[in-house]
């Protein structure tokens, strides 16, 4: 048997790293921000695999902005 750490986020989940645990964090806490904008006439990419890299590229922006931007 093999101890190993992982991460739970504040809605139960599991990570096996910071950074993983951290992005989920942070797309809870603007969940309904990043939604509408991905709702909007803005967003271009509506549907399917294009929303998921959308979503994905939002919320590693915003983890980059949180950690670089002072």
């Known amino acids: 048997?093999?101890?190993v750490?992982?991460?739970m986020t504040t809605d139960g989940q599991i990570?096996?790293?910071t950074e993983a645990a951290?992005?989920?964090e942070l797309?809870?806490?603007k969940k309904e921000t990043i939604g509408e904008f991905l709702n909007s006439d803005l967003?271009?990419?509506r549907s399917g695999t294009q929303r998921i890299?959308?979503?994905n590229a939002?919320?590693?922006w915003e983890l980059w902005k949180a950690k670089n931007v002072k």
């Open 5 to 7: 750490q992982a991460y």
């Open 15 to 17: 990570f096996p790293s």
């Open 43 to 45: 967003n271009l990419y």
């Open 58 to 60: 939002i919320v590693n």
């Open 27 to 29: 797309f809870l806490d």
């Open 22 to 24: 951290e992005k989920h």
């Open 1 to 3: 048997m093999k101890t």
């Open 53 to 55: 890299i959308s979503k």
